[in-house]
């Protein structure tokens, strides 16, 4: 238990699953009232990142719920619209050429972690490997969080700061970060990048998001999307 969590008591452990469902349902309501969905949320990933310890970073989680990695089971799927579908292990994923980045990371509720070390697979890699179809415009990511999911465009994906996430300030990815791999764009807001991801999905459109169907912008652009502005 955290200090935050001990402080919490006397509300039991009943008495907090309930919070958690309310303050999942006052977080549909609120998103149905307004189109966008408030920064400021009451949902279980915040409530369950206020009790996790982590620098700058909050850990999020749609279900509570870490996925665990086991390197002997996990694939990466990479199908759909592709000429050459690929279910890739782990080992075959490091042993792809490897991308090093340093970039900076906001979440679309306001928080920020600068300086962030990333190294990854670039999507262009593997777009070599599967050879899309020209009928191929985006790609879904798959969690193994059932149901989170988001998607980018191929072009979106050609950034050059784009990658399948697979260390994180030098380390392999942890299980709270989506442990082993992660999509990673800093050049939009952090609900793109789906973590415990086990699938991509090549499609002729792009599909709506997880945090898409509650309100929030498809083009996530940082400063410039979900009703921020850069002017
Ligand atoms: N599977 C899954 N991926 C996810 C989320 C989530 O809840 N579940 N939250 C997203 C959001 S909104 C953010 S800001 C980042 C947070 O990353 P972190 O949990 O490593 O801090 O993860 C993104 N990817
Ligand atoms: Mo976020």
New binding site residues.
């Given amino acids: 238990m955290t200090d935050r969590a001990a402080q919490a008591r006397p509300l039991g452990r009943r008495a907090f699953l309930l919070l958690l469902a309310g303050g999942l349902s006052s977080f549909a309501w609120a998103s149905k009232v307004s189109g966008v969905a408030s920064p400021i949320t009451a949902s279980v ?1 915040e409530i369950f990142a206020n009790l996790l310890p982590v620098s700058g ?6 279900s509570g719920s870490m996925p665990e990695f086991d390197a002997s089971s996990w694939r990466l799927e990479i199908d759909g619209l592709v000429r050459n579908p690929q279910s890739l292990s782990y080992a075959d994923l490091q042993a792809l050429p490897r991308a090093h980045q340093t970039s900076t990371f906001h ?2 509720t306001g928080w920020t972690v600068h300086n962030v070390r990333w190294s990854g697979v670039r999507f262009s890699h593997l777009f070599d490997l599967v050879e899309p179809l020209p009928t191929a415009k985006a790609v879904r990511f798959v ?1 193994l ?1 059932v149901p ?1 999911d988001d998607s980018l465009t191929l072009e979106q994906l050609r950034l050059h700061d784009a990658m399948v996430g697979l260390e994180m300030d030098g380390t392999p990815l942890s299980r ?3 442990s082993p791999a ?1 999509v990673v764009l800093p050049e939009m ?3 793109k ?4 991801l086990t699938r991509m999905e090549f499609l002729d459109h792009q599909p709506t998001g997880y ?1 898409e169907n509650l309100g929030y912008d498809q083009d996530a652009w940082v400063g410039r999307s979900n009703g921020y502005s850069s002017a």
């Avoid at 970073?57 to 749609?62: E, F, G, S």
Wanted: charged share 15%.
């Fill in positions: 990933s970073w909050r850990i999020y989680t749609i979440c679309v969690s969080e989170y709270p970060h989506g992660r807001y952090g609900y990048g789906v973590k415990w945090w």
